[in-house]
Antibody, heavy 118, light 111 residues
Framework: EVQLVESGGGLVKPGRSLRLSCTASGFTFGDYGMSWFRQAPGKGLEWVGFIRSKPYGGTTEYAASVKGRFAISRDDSKSIAYLHMNSLKTEDTAVYYC?????????WGQGTLVTVSS | QAVVTQEPSLTVSPGGTVTLTCGSSTGTGVVTSGHNPYWFQHKPGQAPRTLIYHTRNKHSWTPARFSGSLLGGKAALTLSGAQPEDEAEYYCLLSYSGARVFGGGTKLTVL
Protein backbone atom coordinates (compact mmCIF):
# COMPACT_ATOMS: atom_id res chain seq x y z
CA GLU A 1 0.00 0.00 0.00
CA VAL A 2 1.39 3.37 -1.00
CA GLN A 3 1.70 5.75 1.94
CA LEU A 4 3.07 9.26 2.20
CA VAL A 5 3.49 10.89 5.60
CA GLU A 6 4.45 14.54 5.97
CA SER A 7 6.11 15.83 9.11
CA GLY A 8 8.04 18.81 10.42
CA GLY A 9 5.30 21.41 10.44
CA GLY A 10 4.74 23.82 13.29
CA LEU A 11 4.85 27.44 14.36
CA VAL A 12 7.77 29.49 13.08
CA LYS A 13 8.57 33.20 13.09
CA PRO A 14 8.80 35.24 9.89
CA GLY A 15 12.24 35.15 8.32
CA ARG A 16 13.13 31.81 9.88
CA SER A 17 13.58 28.41 8.22
CA LEU A 18 11.82 25.08 8.45
CA ARG A 19 12.31 21.69 6.85
CA LEU A 20 9.41 19.41 6.02
CA SER A 21 9.79 15.69 5.38
CA CYS A 22 7.68 13.34 3.28
CA THR A 23 8.33 9.73 4.22
CA ALA A 24 7.20 7.24 1.60
CA SER A 25 6.45 3.53 1.73
CA GLY A 26 4.80 0.89 -0.40
CA PHE A 27 6.67 1.64 -3.63
CA THR A 28 10.19 2.00 -5.03
CA PHE A 29 10.79 5.60 -4.03
CA GLY A 30 13.79 6.15 -6.31
CA ASP A 31 11.69 5.44 -9.40
CA TYR A 32 9.35 8.38 -8.82
CA GLY A 33 9.36 12.13 -8.84
CA MET A 34 7.79 13.87 -5.86
CA SER A 35 5.80 17.08 -5.62
CA TRP A 36 4.81 19.48 -2.89
CA PHE A 37 1.54 21.39 -2.80
CA ARG A 38 -0.02 23.67 -0.20
CA GLN A 39 -3.32 25.18 0.85
CA ALA A 40 -3.44 28.41 2.83
CA PRO A 41 -6.36 28.91 5.24
CA GLY A 42 -9.51 29.69 3.29
CA LYS A 43 -7.68 29.52 -0.03
CA GLY A 44 -7.33 27.04 -2.87
CA LEU A 45 -4.61 24.56 -3.65
CA GLU A 46 -1.24 25.82 -4.85
CA TRP A 47 1.58 23.90 -6.51
CA VAL A 48 4.89 24.50 -4.70
CA GLY A 49 7.43 22.45 -6.59
CA PHE A 50 8.66 19.14 -7.92
CA ILE A 51 11.77 16.97 -7.91
CA ARG A 52 12.44 14.44 -10.63
CA SER A 53 13.75 10.98 -9.92
CA LYS A 54 17.51 10.43 -10.23
CA PRO A 55 17.19 8.59 -13.58
CA TYR A 56 15.64 11.81 -14.88
CA GLY A 57 18.36 13.98 -13.39
CA GLY A 58 16.89 14.67 -9.97
CA THR A 59 16.24 18.23 -11.09
CA THR A 60 13.67 20.55 -9.58
CA GLU A 61 10.97 23.03 -10.60
CA TYR A 62 9.36 25.67 -8.39
CA ALA A 63 6.43 28.01 -8.35
CA ALA A 64 7.34 31.66 -8.79
CA SER A 65 6.02 32.44 -5.30
CA VAL A 66 8.66 30.27 -3.62
CA LYS A 67 11.53 30.21 -6.10
CA GLY A 68 14.78 31.23 -4.44
CA ARG A 69 13.39 30.64 -0.94
CA PHE A 70 12.29 26.99 -1.03
CA ALA A 71 14.26 23.96 -2.15
CA ILE A 72 13.26 20.35 -2.62
CA SER A 73 15.70 17.50 -2.11
CA ARG A 74 15.45 13.74 -1.74
CA ASP A 75 17.18 10.90 0.05
CA ASP A 76 16.39 7.74 -1.89
CA SER A 77 18.15 5.56 0.69
CA LYS A 78 15.59 6.68 3.29
CA SER A 79 12.61 7.12 0.92
CA ILE A 80 12.19 10.72 2.03
CA ALA A 81 11.55 13.90 0.10
CA TYR A 82 12.31 17.21 1.82
CA LEU A 83 10.99 20.72 1.45
CA HIS A 84 13.49 23.25 2.78
CA MET A 85 11.75 26.54 3.45
CA ASN A 86 13.83 29.66 4.06
CA SER A 87 12.96 33.32 4.63
CA LEU A 88 9.46 32.32 5.59
CA LYS A 89 6.66 34.85 5.25
CA THR A 90 3.26 35.00 6.91
CA GLU A 91 1.71 34.17 3.54
CA ASP A 92 3.51 30.81 3.59
CA THR A 93 1.12 29.71 6.33
CA ALA A 94 -0.60 26.63 4.91
CA VAL A 95 -1.12 22.91 5.05
CA TYR A 96 1.66 21.35 2.99
CA TYR A 97 1.07 18.12 1.09
CA CYS A 98 3.47 15.85 -0.75
CA UNK A 99 2.46 13.66 -3.66
CA UNK A 100 3.96 10.84 -5.63
CA UNK A 101 4.67 12.09 -9.12
CA UNK A 102 5.83 9.52 -11.64
CA UNK A 103 4.17 9.83 -15.01
CA UNK A 104 1.15 11.01 -13.05
CA UNK A 105 0.38 12.70 -9.76
CA UNK A 106 -1.54 10.08 -7.87
CA UNK A 107 -1.09 9.52 -4.14
CA TRP A 108 -1.28 12.33 -1.58
CA GLY A 109 -0.16 12.53 2.02
CA GLN A 110 -2.41 13.86 4.76
CA GLY A 111 -0.51 17.12 5.06
CA THR A 112 1.35 19.04 7.75
CA LEU A 113 0.44 22.52 8.98
CA VAL A 114 2.99 25.32 8.86
CA THR A 115 2.11 28.53 10.67
CA VAL A 116 4.34 31.55 10.14
CA SER A 117 3.62 34.15 12.80
CA SER A 118 5.45 36.39 15.20
CA GLN B 1 1.99 33.59 -14.58
CA ALA B 2 -0.94 31.88 -16.21
CA VAL B 3 -4.40 32.24 -14.73
CA VAL B 4 -6.60 29.15 -14.68
CA THR B 5 -10.32 29.77 -14.36
CA GLN B 6 -13.09 27.65 -12.85
CA GLU B 7 -16.69 28.30 -11.91
CA PRO B 8 -16.67 29.37 -8.24
CA SER B 9 -19.70 27.29 -7.40
CA LEU B 10 -22.22 24.93 -8.98
CA THR B 11 -25.23 23.05 -7.70
CA VAL B 12 -26.52 19.71 -8.95
CA SER B 13 -29.52 17.66 -7.91
CA PRO B 14 -29.00 14.11 -6.66
CA GLY B 15 -28.89 11.86 -9.70
CA GLY B 16 -28.32 14.82 -11.98
CA THR B 17 -25.49 15.72 -14.33
CA VAL B 18 -23.14 18.67 -14.09
CA THR B 19 -20.06 19.81 -16.00
CA LEU B 20 -17.23 21.76 -14.43
CA THR B 21 -14.84 23.60 -16.71
CA CYS B 22 -11.24 24.76 -16.56
CA GLY B 23 -9.97 27.57 -18.78
CA SER B 24 -6.57 29.12 -19.41
CA SER B 25 -5.63 32.77 -19.86
CA THR B 26 -2.27 32.10 -21.50
CA GLY B 27 -1.36 32.09 -25.18
CA THR B 28 -4.33 31.16 -27.32
CA GLY B 29 -6.44 30.67 -24.24
CA VAL B 30 -7.27 27.17 -25.41
CA VAL B 31 -6.66 24.23 -23.09
CA THR B 32 -5.17 21.26 -24.90
CA SER B 33 -4.00 17.81 -23.91
CA GLY B 34 -0.52 19.33 -23.79
CA HIS B 35 -1.55 21.09 -20.57
CA ASN B 36 -1.96 17.62 -18.99
CA PRO B 37 -5.21 18.58 -17.25
CA TYR B 38 -5.85 17.07 -13.85
CA TRP B 39 -8.95 17.14 -11.68
CA PHE B 40 -8.78 16.77 -7.90
CA GLN B 41 -11.53 16.35 -5.35
CA HIS B 42 -11.02 17.92 -1.96
CA LYS B 43 -13.30 17.50 1.05
CA PRO B 44 -12.87 19.40 4.33
CA GLY B 45 -10.44 17.73 6.72
CA GLN B 46 -9.22 15.27 4.12
CA ALA B 47 -6.30 15.10 1.73
CA PRO B 48 -7.09 15.95 -1.87
CA ARG B 49 -7.76 13.00 -4.15
CA THR B 50 -6.71 12.72 -7.77
CA LEU B 51 -9.78 11.92 -9.90
CA ILE B 52 -8.68 12.51 -13.49
CA TYR B 53 -5.22 12.83 -15.04
CA HIS B 54 -4.02 13.78 -18.50
CA THR B 55 -7.42 15.07 -19.60
CA ARG B 56 -9.55 11.92 -19.32
CA ASN B 57 -7.75 9.08 -17.54
CA LYS B 58 -9.16 7.70 -14.30
CA HIS B 59 -7.48 6.12 -11.33
CA SER B 60 -8.66 2.81 -9.97
CA TRP B 61 -10.48 4.67 -7.21
CA THR B 62 -12.27 7.14 -9.47
CA PRO B 63 -16.01 6.45 -9.53
CA ALA B 64 -17.27 5.66 -13.03
CA ARG B 65 -19.71 8.58 -12.85
CA PHE B 66 -16.82 11.03 -13.25
CA SER B 67 -15.33 11.68 -16.68
CA GLY B 68 -12.83 14.14 -18.11
CA SER B 69 -12.70 15.73 -21.56
CA LEU B 70 -11.83 18.81 -23.59
CA LEU B 71 -14.86 20.92 -24.34
CA GLY B 72 -15.04 24.25 -26.15
CA GLY B 73 -11.37 25.05 -25.60
CA LYS B 74 -11.45 24.10 -21.92
CA ALA B 75 -10.84 21.04 -19.83
CA ALA B 76 -14.05 19.62 -18.43
CA LEU B 77 -15.09 17.33 -15.62
CA THR B 78 -18.54 15.78 -16.01
CA LEU B 79 -20.37 14.14 -13.15
CA SER B 80 -23.26 11.96 -14.29
CA GLY B 81 -25.59 10.70 -11.58
CA ALA B 82 -24.45 12.90 -8.70
CA GLN B 83 -24.38 11.39 -5.23
CA PRO B 84 -24.48 13.24 -1.89
CA GLU B 85 -20.88 12.18 -1.23
CA ASP B 86 -19.77 14.08 -4.35
CA GLU B 87 -20.29 17.37 -2.55
CA ALA B 88 -16.77 18.81 -2.39
CA GLU B 89 -14.36 21.36 -3.83
CA TYR B 90 -12.99 20.41 -7.24
CA TYR B 91 -9.71 21.77 -8.57
CA CYS B 92 -8.21 21.57 -12.01
CA LEU B 93 -4.47 21.74 -12.57
CA LEU B 94 -2.71 22.67 -15.80
CA SER B 95 0.95 22.40 -16.77
CA TYR B 96 2.88 25.20 -18.46
CA SER B 97 6.43 24.20 -19.46
CA GLY B 98 7.40 22.76 -16.10
CA ALA B 99 5.24 25.01 -13.96
CA ARG B 100 1.83 23.89 -12.74
CA VAL B 101 -1.09 26.18 -11.99
CA PHE B 102 -4.35 25.43 -10.19
CA GLY B 103 -7.69 26.91 -10.89
CA GLY B 104 -9.42 28.60 -8.00
CA GLY B 105 -11.65 25.61 -7.39
CA THR B 106 -15.36 24.91 -7.86
CA LYS B 107 -17.50 24.29 -4.81
CA LEU B 108 -20.00 21.65 -5.88
CA THR B 109 -23.19 21.36 -3.88
CA VAL B 110 -25.46 18.32 -4.28
CA LEU B 111 -28.91 19.52 -3.35
Amino acid sequence: EVQLVESGGGLVKPGRSLRLSCTASGFTFGDYGMSWFRQAPGKGLEWVGFIRSKPYGGTTEYAASVKGRFAISRDDSKSIAYLHMNSLKTEDTAVYYCTRDGDITDYWGQGTLVTVSS
Amino acid sequence: QAVVTQEPSLTVSPGGTVTLTCGSSTGTGVVTSGHNPYWFQHKPGQAPRTLIYHTRNKHSWTPARFSGSLLGGKAALTLSGAQPEDEAEYYCLLSYSGARVFGGGTKLTVL
